[in-house]
């Protein structure tokens, strides 16, 4: 019996990236006013995120950074 190679289904896809993003839901930001904050990388854990924290920390004294947990509802409902 013959296969259909030639199927391509985007939603499978399309949740893997959404599943994907997902798992890094520990976030570090820099924080630039009580508004604006950039994102700087994301994490699985928060003790990964602690660690690259402490170093972001070390190489830029200055400049303040924050450790948040980005959940995306809409993403994790679909």
Same mark, same amino acid.
């Given at each position: 019996?013959? $296969?259909?190679? +030639?199927?391509?289904?985007?939603?499978? +896809? !399309?949740?893997? !990236?959404?599943?994907? $993003?997902?798992?890094?839901?520990?976030? !570090?930001?820099?924080?630039?006013?009580?508004?604006?904050?950039?994102?700087?990388?994301?994490?699985?854990?928060?003790?990964?995120?602690?660690?690259?924290? +402490?170093?972001?920390?070390?190489?830029?004294?200055?400049?303040? %950074?924050?450790?948040? %947990?980005?959940? $995306?509802?809409?993403e994790?409902?679909?």
């Amino acid at each position: 019996m013959a $296969q259909n190679t +030639q199927y391509n289904d985007p939603q499978p +896809q !399309i949740s893997m !990236i959404a599943y994907k $993003q997902r798992l890094n839901a520990w976030t !570090i930001v820099r924080v630039l006013s009580d508004t604006q904050r950039v994102f700087v990388a994301r994490f699985r854990s928060r003790s990964d995120a602690d660690g690259h924290l +402490q170093r972001l920390r070390q190489l830029s004294p200055d400049t303040n %950074f924050m450790v948040v %947990f980005d959940f $995306q509802s809409d993403e994790a409902l679909n």
